[in-house]
């Protein structure tokens, strides 16, 4: 899943895949906006079928955070 994540982000913001690890920062090290995430679960949304509420789109910090929350809830 974490690689999954990598790929739509690299592809949402135009970096490079292997620059992203699990530790990185979804807003300080992407500098990743409101719009941006929601782009960004809206494409993990129609990959995966994981709708991730807008309750828990806050507790997701890093790219990690956001691949355990596709596998806990697939």
Same mark, same amino acid.
């Given at each position: 899943?974490?690689?999954?994540?990598?790929?739509?982000?690299?592809?949402?913001?135009?970096?490079?895949?292997?620059?992203?690890?699990?530790?990185? =920062? @979804?807003? +300080?090290?992407? &500098? /990743?906006?409101?719009? %941006?995430?929601?782009? *960004?679960?809206? =494409? @993990?949304? +129609?990959?995966? &079928? /994981?709708?991730?509420? %807008?309750?828990?789109? *806050?507790?997701?910090?890093?790219v990690?955070?956001?691949?355990?929350?596709?596998? %806990?809830?697939?």
């Amino acid at each position: 899943m974490l690689e999954l994540v990598k790929e739509i982000l690299s592809k949402q913001l135009r970096i490079n895949a292997d620059d992203i690890t699990a530790e990185t =920062s @979804i807003r +300080e090290d992407l &500098g /990743v906006d409101s719009l %941006d995430v929601v782009e *960004m679960l809206m =494409s @993990i949304e +129609e990959e995966t &079928g /994981v709708v991730v509420p %807008d309750d828990a789109i *806050m507790n997701l910090k890093t790219v990690g955070d956001v691949a355990k929350y596709i596998e %806990d809830n697939k």
